[in-house]
């Protein structure tokens, strides 16, 4: 049975946690070994140190450690699995051999027995939900990548883009590889012996830079109709420079923080508010 609440993705607890695994094990032989670029506190491994160091009494109990999706198949099919493409972001699972990480497991004090190894559903899971119990279940994989799928990005040579929240660029790979200035995260793809070049930004990053860059009188003043007395005046809003950014469209991600940077140089508050109000 669960031990407590799971812990969300984003959480961000455990960042002294995951600078001591900076310190005993270095950023680029997390990217080697994980396909992360780097030790950070929303990764389980730093969690789970973090859980072991502030509750020690709830860590004694742990049998079993599982992502959220591996704990919804073990209440379908009463068994313990995983998938590569999530594994992958735990920062204790080895990209390179596809099994865990050995020596992180042991430093952060995991027991290999209790890690995931799909099958049909439980009788008691088909009665509940209202399925045969012939449905198979699938352990499906990390988000981004089911969605390169739904678009056909299956083969090397094709890559996608996905605009919602946040702008992801998936491109499969059928070896491993590594991007030479670590900037890159690489993922297990849900396809078999497949890799995927994965990254993502967000448009709240830009609308957060733009309110604090911008928008100071009104944060201020709690009053953001103020905006519209000086909006209408100006004809020349300076292109569509700055939506492109906020559109997340052609426009290279390694170039982003250098954009804003140029648009906070060369740009009135009335040219990036016009440009944006009116794409």
Known sequence: K??????????????????????RFGDA??????????????????????VRENEPERF???????????????????????????????????????EYWGEMLEFIGIDPAWLPEVG??????????GLSEDTLISTGCLDQAAGAIG?????????????????????????????PNRKMPVHYFALPDTYMMHTFTTGGMCLRWFRDSFCRMELDLAAYDARQDFVPVLDDCGGSLVATAFNSKNINIVHTY????????????VSVIRNVCSH
């Open 2 to 23: 669960p031990l407590g609440n799971a812990i969300v993705w984003m959480d961000n607890r455990a960042v002294r946690q995951a600078e001591a695994l900076r310190t």
């Open 29 to 50: 032989l997390c990217y080697e070994v994980t396909g992360q670029v780097s030790f950070e506190a929303c990764w389980p491994a730093a969690k789970v140190l973090w």
């Open 60 to 98: 004694a109990k742990i049998r079993h450690l599982l992502l959220l999706e591996d704990y919804i198949i073990f209440l379908l099919t009463g068994k313990f699995v995983a998938e590569g493409s999530l594994l992958t972001s735990t920062e204790y699972w080895d990209i390179r051999t596809k």
């Open 120 to 129: 049909t559903v439980l009788p008691e899971a088909a009665g509940l939900l």
């Open 151 to 179: 678009v056909g990005n299956i083969r090397p040579g094709v890559f996608s883009e996905n605009i919602g929240a946040a702008l992801a660029i998936c491109v499969p790979t059928k070896t491993l590889t590594y991007d």
């Open 258 to 269: 250098n954009l804003i940077h140029y648009l906070e140089r060369i740009s009135t508050p």
